[in-house]
Antibody
Framework: EVQLVESGGGLVQPGGSLRLSCAGSGFTLSNYWMHWVRQAPGKGLVWVSRINSYSDGSSTSYADSVKGRFTISRDNAKNTLFLQMNTLRPGDTAVYYC??????????WGQGTMVTVSS | QSALTQPPSASGSPGQSVTISCTGASSDVGGYNYVSWYQQHPGKAPKLIIYEVSKRPSGVPDRFSGSKSGNTASLTVSGLQAEDEADYHCSSYVGDNSWVFGGGTKLTVL
């Protein structure tokens, strides 16, 4: 079964850091474009970041709101995607989902992990 | 990149049809045929139901259909069923390896 499972969320103070993980099973993450998408409580989805497949050079891109603070990466041996989040702000509070894209549509999603930034 | 505009709510009775709009600009919805739609039940992850404006993934009922005219995409749910009550989100590729979503629409089956 194709599956993505996120972990690493929790409560962190403003200015702090957190590292999210997204473990894949049933398929090889490095063959796909992988993304992080977040959803603040009661709000819509917001695209955060993407990393290309290994064959496409593993380049990355970020939403302006997180550029310079967040870093997406992948450990191919562990079939795991990461999101390193630094200098966190209350506005970063959200459920964070990892997802794959196929033809620019987000087709496989994890169950999400909650990040709360509060003092 | 500004979020796409969706109505906050929509409703219909069982068996009826309802259409949800998703308005963007020529730089996103109007410029690419990469509009997708997602269904999200409370506490659950989103599920892809339409991609490339009007294509349905395997397993998605043909009651769900998508279209686009200019800078506005639309999702139509025909033959409404109770289990269709959920939040619906649109998304568009915007070039430069970036994507944008709409604010989401809560669909109520009366």
């Amino acid at each position: 079964e194709v599956q993505l499972v996120e972990s690493g969320g929790g409560l962190v103070q403003p200015g702090g850091s957190l590292r999210l993980s997204c473990a894949g099973s049933g398929f090889t993450l490095s063959n796909y474009w992988m993304h992080w998408v977040r959803q603040a409580p009661g709000k819509g989805l917001v695209w955060v970041s993407r990393i290309n497949s290994y064959s496409d050079g593993s380049s990355t891109s970020y939403a302006d709101s997180v550029k310079g603070r967040f870093t997406i990466s992948r450990d191919n041996a562990k079939n795991t995607l990461f999101l390193q989040m630094n200098t966190l702000r209350p506005g970063d509070t959200a459920v964070y989902y990892c997802a794959t894209t196929n033809s620019h549509a987000f087709d496989i999603w994890g169950q999400g992990t909650m990040v709360t930034v509060s003092s | 990149q500004s979020a796409l505009t969706q109505p906050p709510s929509a409703s219909g009775s069982p068996g009826q049809s309802v259409t949800i709009s998703c308005t963007g600009a020529s730089s996103d919805v109007g410029g690419y045929n990469y509009v997708s739609w997602y269904q999200q039940h409370p506490g659950k992850a989103p599920k892809l139901i339409i991609y490339e404006v009007s294509k349905r993934p395997s397993g998605v009922p043909d009651r769900f259909s998508g279209s686009k005219s200019g800078n506005t995409a639309s999702l139509t749910v025909s033959g409404l069923q109770a289990e269709d009550e959920a939040d619906y989100h649109c998304s568009s590729y915007v070039g430069d390896n970036s994507w944008v979503f709409g604010g989401g629409t809560k669909l109520t089956v009366l």
